[in-house]
């Protein structure tokens, strides 16, 4: 299936930056000019190399409540990152994963941490993820993973309510996942302690850096016990990674099964319009074209966002809108929906979206122009990823 994004660009205002306010992002660069030919590209026809796993999920020496659950999940054969992950860390090494998104890297590091806290009574593990969103996907995984193994978790993120935290907290899980922010939140007021905990996961390293949370996550890092085991997963590996990685692991074992940018596997286009009026009446062509079935639409702020999709509602679209002013419920209600096909369109800010994982999204809109060239990499990366999982590459056209 061939994937498109379309980047609605005002040729009008070629090389003004626009710094309105965006709803949240830390320290990004603001206003990067970039020039849309970056933007038009064909999909590079990448040949699939196609991943031969050298075990079986039935090879690895873990629990059997966990080679249940993955069969009930329909999990046959490992990814290549799960394939070479999962041994590394039974023998109890550091991880360095650096994977995309859509790889199977949840499962890579959720496989051996649920067998170590099934089999060590005194274990206990903290997962640290981004976005509000990839923490409620990895709890669903590792959920449906640990199914039977005996021990509760948390789900630390913002946007909900303390109270089922704070019981959850009460309840002294040994499996804890969250957002820094939330997390640091929990450390600050006392209702979390983290000296015990001897395993930790950072997924997506980079984006939480980008996301301003250095110092939250050295935060962490440092209130744990020293005696742990550590996985980082990162799609980047710049120097503000490699630094983190540096301080906190010992003789970590790098697996890598990046494939390059998600962007060259995905089709690219520019669409030029006059004046508002226009951009929307483009926008609406497009919307209606019989292949753009399931797409996300990125615009700047939260009110953009919100007022872009009551418009398309009343065009008579399916759409639904998240972004960080709305609250987590309402947040993963638009998110489940879309997942389930119930809407066609969803209008996001980047932050919101970041993290997202719905498999079978057609199309990409940048309605209005990224801040950087990086955040247009990770609009794009929503889509074009493979409807049932590509092993050893994200990459399909
Ligand atoms: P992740 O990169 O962990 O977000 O996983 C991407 C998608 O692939 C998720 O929908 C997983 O449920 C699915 N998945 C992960 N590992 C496997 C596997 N070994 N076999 C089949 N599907 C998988």
Known sequence: MASYKYSVYNSKNRGRSNNRGRSGGGNKRRGEYINPS??????????????????????????SIIHDNLTAKGYETPSAIQDQTIPLALEGNDIIGIANTG??????????????LINKQNAKALIV?????????????CRSIGKGGGFSGALLIGG????????DLRGNPR?????????????????LRLENFNMIVLDEVDRMLDMGFVNDVSTILDAMSK?????????????RVQNLIGTFSSNPKTVSVKNGDSSENVNQDVVRYAGNHDKMDKLHDILLKQEVDKVIVFDETQRSVEKLSNELVARGFSADAIHGGKSQG?????????????TKILVATDVAARGIDVADISHV??????QSYQDYVHRIGRAGRAGKLRRGSNSKI
């Open 227 to 239: 005696d742990r085991q550590s996985f980082f997963f990162s799609a980047t590996m710049d120097t």
């Open 160 to 167: 909900t309510s303390m109270g089922p935290q704070l019981r």
């Open 175 to 191: 499996i804890v996942i969250g957002t820094p922010g939330r997390i640091k939140d929990h450390m600050d007021r006392g209702t």
């Open 38 to 63: 970056r933007f038009v590209q064909a999909a590079k026809p990448t040949i699939e190399t196609q991943y031969t796993s050298t075990n079986k999920f039935s090879d690895f020496q873990v629990d």
């Open 103 to 116: 790889t199977g890297k949840t499962a890579a590091f959720a496989v051996p941490v649920i067998n170590t």
């Open 129 to 141: 993820a981004p976005t509000r969103e990839l923490a409620q996907q990895i709890e669903d995984e």
């Open 365 to 370: 809109i940048n309605y209005s122009q990224p």
């Open 330 to 342: 309402q947040r993963q209600r638009a998110l489940d929906k879309f997942k389930a096909s119930k």
